[in-house]
């Protein structure tokens, strides 16, 4: 919002958080969205004219132009005396849905065209801004070139097969081959063709060429996933590294992360400190034993200066083998034994409960992971990481690279991975390979640890999920 001293004549536009009254003198708090404090409007209501005054309702869009004051009343320490009002867009308090009362979350993504008007998401929205802006910065100034991997592919990196498929065949009549199954030759690409679940891949080309990349892109995976922690279409950051191995990985990976928090809370401290009140109302109505026993920027301040746990997965499976949980039978999924995946509330209990503080997971069983992933000498455990966040569990997920041929062909014949489809991929084992690693961080999910908002849906803009592709 407009900055200035007592006595400067000032013109401002935005749009009307909300209005109240005496007889003589209208108060309207304005808000332009660049920041989350409104600056209080005063009205002569004579001046200004009843039927002006009528016309400036919550959601209007104004111009207005006047003297900014100390102001005389509690909450602001500058008013702005308006001598001049254009009303430049009404908004029919009848149907305007947003009033100035506390809004549900679940109300609000109904009505996710509107909702950036709101402190909540205006907060949230600066600070997504702030820590895309925080990233680049990092990887620019670590000599990291930014690289736009492609969205349209032919392969699923991650080999899960939940990838939206990419088609300009008619639907009413699918062309099909001699064998009776879809032909894609006469689809635009000639073959089958998905948005893509990651950039990594194209990553790793350019990382074996110019040394330090990273993507920061949309991508897509069609899980059929109605949590809290999950988008169709959500933003990752993958940075790649020539020459790195997993402990190269690992230790950037936590550099970014810190730096990051840092940045959001040397410069969105207005929003943050919104957010915290915010989540401490939100604390309050918890059960006891499910509060978090630090406000939001406590937690910031504690990841930002305190270094991560470093444990194998093996070390993992042991200590929530023996953990009071799992003897208790309380895990959805009970750990029995090595090898399994870790279930979110594995991993949470780790995180919020044993070691209360982020964690870096490491060398995972290789039959849970996916092909690229390094095999490490004892030939079932790769050199893999996953870096889970208190409340939010896993946030970044890497790996070190298999980087030599015989070992990646063998892996993906096991994985039944038919390596024509990417041979574009093994060339660069089969041409001046080197060790490499990376990673990829879940945007969302760290805006998510960054605001405090407990539902991923509520810090993309417009989200997409199953059932839900509005706007
Ligand atoms: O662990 P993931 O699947 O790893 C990869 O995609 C690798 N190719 C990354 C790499 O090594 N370059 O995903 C990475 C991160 C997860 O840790 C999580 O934070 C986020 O992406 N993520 C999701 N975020 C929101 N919605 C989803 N459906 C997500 N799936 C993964
Ligand atoms: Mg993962």
Redesign the pocket.
């Known amino acids: 919002m407009a900055q200035g001293k007592a006595g400067e004549d000032l013109c401002v536009k935005g749009w009307v958080r909300n209005r109240r009254g005496s007889k003589n003198v209208t108060f309207v708090a304005l808000n332009d969205g660049s920041t989350i404090n409104n600056l209080q409007l005063v009205f002569d209501r004579y001046r200004a004219g009843e039927d002006t005054i009528r016309r400036i309702t919550t959601g209007a869009g104004l111009s207005v132009a006047g003297t900014l004051q100390e102001s005389q009343g509690a909450g602001q320490a500058f008013e702005l005396i308006v001598k001049e009002v254009e009303v430049l867009g009404e908004a029919d308090p009848e149907r305007y849905p947003l009033q100035p009362k506390k809004h549900s979350m679940e109300f609000l993504r109904e009505i996710a065209h509107l909702r950036p008007r709101t402190n909540t998401f205006g907060a949230v929205l600066r600070i997504r801004h702030e820590a895309a802006y925080a990233l680049h910065t990092f990887f620019h100034e670590k000599g990291f070139y930014y690289l736009n991997a492609p969205i349209l592919t032919t392969s699923d990196?991650?080999g899960a097969g939940e990838t939206f498929k990419v088609t300009t065949l008619n639907l009413e009549n699918v062309p099909k081959n001699e064998s009776g199954d879809v032909d894609f030759k006469q689809d635009f690409f000639e073959k089958e063709t998905n948005l893509t679940?990651?950039g990594?891949l194209e990553?790793e080309l350019a990382a074996l060429a110019v040394g330090e990349i990273y993507t920061f892109g949309p991508t897509f995976?069609a899980?059929n996933?109605n949590t809290t922690?999950?988008?169709?279409e959500?933003w990752?950051v993958?940075p790649?590294m020539a020459f790195y191995d997993l402990e190269d990985n690992m230790a950037l990976a936590e550099e970014m992360l810190k730096y990051t928090v840092k940045h959001t809370l040397e410069n969105c401290a207005d929003d943050l400190a919104f957010l915290n009140k915010r989540q401490q109302d939100e604390e309050k109505s918890k059960p006891q034993n499910e509060r978090n026993e630090l406000s939001l920027v406590e937690r910031l301040q504690f990841v930002a200066g305190n270094d991560f746990e470093r444990l194998t997965y093996s070390d993992a499976i042991e200590i929530l083998k023996r953990s009071k949980p799992n003897q208790k039978k309380k895990f959805q999924y009970p750990v029995e034994g090595w090898g399994v995946d870790l279930q979110s509330d594995h991993e949470r209990f780790l995180v919020e409960k044993h070691f209360k503080k982020p964690m870096i997971l490491y060398d995972y069983p290789k039959n849970i992971k996916?092909f690229y992933m390094r095999r490490n000498e004892d030939d079932k455990t790769v050199a893999a990481m996953?870096i889970l966040f208190p409340g939010i569990g896993?946030?970044?997920?890497?790996?070190q690279r298999e980087e030599r041929l015989d070992k990646l062909e063998q892996r993906m014949a096991e994985m039944n991975i038919p390596s024509e489809a990417l041979s574009w991929y093994l060339d660069t084992r089969r041409f001046g390979t080197v060790p490499h690693s990376?990673?990829?961080?879940?945007f969302?999910?760290m805006i998510q640890f960054l605001t405090g908002m407990s539902n991923?849906r509520d810090v993309i803009p417009f989200p997409r999920t199953p059932g839900n592709c509005e706007f």
């Open positions: 990196a991650e679940v990651s990594q990553g995976r899980e996933s922690r999950h988008l169709a959500f990752m993958e790649e996916a996953d896993e946030i970044v997920g890497g790996s990376g990673y990829g961080l879940g969302e999910r991923i």
